[in-house]
């Protein structure tokens, strides 16, 4: 089992930046990658960025060229930072470890994006 505990969010006007932090513990050897995700009011769970243990990145449309995913493997920590955020980017963001069976969600944290 590995646990995620997400930090990080907040309150920001448009415009501004964010940068999330999660860290993971117990079984982090089994992880093959770790994400980011979102859910606004009302709407799916979708994905922001991944990061393999390779350091391969995936990212979502919506955020490609404002959004960076990066890990500290000495930490076990992965960081999403956020530039030029906008109103549309006010979700409940999620930390995810990939790994067999199921994975692991963090608890998620609050970010708030005022026009």
């Known amino acids: 089992q590995v646990q995620l505990v997400e930090s990080g969010g907040g309150f920001v006007q448009a415009g501004g930046s964010l940068r999330l932090s999660c860290a993971a513990s117990?079984?982090?050897?089994?992880?093959?990658?770790m994400g980011w995700y979102r859910q606004a009011p009302r709407k799916q769970r979708e994905l922001v960025a991944t990061?393999?243990?390779?350091?391969?990145?995936l990212y979502a449309d919506s955020v490609k060229g404002r959004f960076t995913i990066s890990r500290d493997n000495a930490k076990n920590t992965v960081y999403l930072q956020m530039n030029s955020l906008k109103p549309e980017d006010t979700a409940v963001y999620y930390c995810?470890?990939?790994?067999?069976?199921?994975?692991?969600w963090g608890q998620g944290t609050q970010v708030t994006v005022s026009s």
């Open positions: 990061i393999t243990t390779g350091g391969s990145t």
């Open positions: 995810n470890a990939d790994y067999r069976p199921f994975g692991s």
């Open positions: 117990g079984s982090v050897f089994t992880i093959r990658a």
